[in-house]
């Protein structure tokens, strides 16, 4: 693919090539202002570059092969090689997008949905692909946004805790760090009441408070405005 990587540039690279030069010919490559030598055969030729010098490109590098035939005639071609050994930085920790998060409060991670989940974020390499991971495996892999952000739509996820993070893989292949993790619940339990403790029965005045007590097999959340029926004796429904 005339690119190359992080990873690639940790094993020597080998270069081959086709030539119509006699057998025993010298194919001199020149790449970085090295030069490295091969001999033609076969109307082939391979050399290998280290990997020590692999590690000092940088940018767009131009690879030209330079051969003599055996009358002193001089042939020579060029190609490209991008070099880019620069993984990507960890992209901050991914979140539950607000619509998805059906808990106490929209940033809280923790939701009663196992479908059509999104996860988002951002400060990802621009145009990177994002991979996300649930507690290290692989789940989703999208395309960034050219200013890093990024979404997975239509996630499906189980019922328990999950730990969830990004990594940036960039054009040329290299894969940045992980993410600092983001914990999210997906809670399918209804809660349980455990007790319901109300007033003694006694006589109260018109506007004296009563506190009713109730306790759940976890955290409970009221939201809008809590009501209570009483009936009393002999009397309506208030």
């Known amino acids: 693919d005339d690119i190359l990587n992080q990873q690639e540039s940790l094993s020597a690279l080998v270069v081959r090539g086709t030539t119509n030069a006699e057998d025993g010919q010298i194919i001199e490559l020149v790449v970085g202002g090295k030069r490295y030598l091969a001999t033609a055969s076969n109307q082939s030729y391979a050399l290998s570059i280290p990997s020590a010098d692999l590690k000092e490109l940088s940018g767009t590098q131009t690879l030209s092969a330079t051969v003599k035939d055996a009358a002193g005639n001089a042939a020579s071609a060029t190609r490209q090689l991008l070099v880019d050994l620069v993984a990507p930085a960890a992209p901050p920790a991914p979140r539950l997008a607000a619509a998805s998060d059906a808990g106490n409060s929209a940033l809280d991670g923790v939701t009663n949905r196992t479908t059509g989940l999104t996860v988002e974020g951002s400060g990802a390499e621009p145009s990177a692909t994002v991979l996300l991971y649930d507690q290290g495996t692989l789940i989703a892999q999208t395309t ?80 809008g405005i809590p009501g209570l029926e009483l009936q009393l004796d002999s009397g309506p429904v208030i």
Request: hydrophobic share 35%; proline share 4%.
């Open 144 to 223: 960034g946004s050219g200013t890093g952000s990024y979404q997975f739509d239509n996630l499906s996820l189980t019922a328990g805790g999950h730990v969830l993070t990004v990594r940036a893989r960039d054009a040329a292949g290299n894969t940045g760090a992980t993410s600092t993790p983001f914990a999210l619940t997906v809670d399918t339990v209804r809660p349980v009441v455990q007790e319901l403790a109300t007033p003694d029965a006694a006589t109260y005045q018109r506007t004296q408070k009563l506190a009713f007590t109730l306790r759940g097999s976890e955290a409970l959340y009221v939201t």
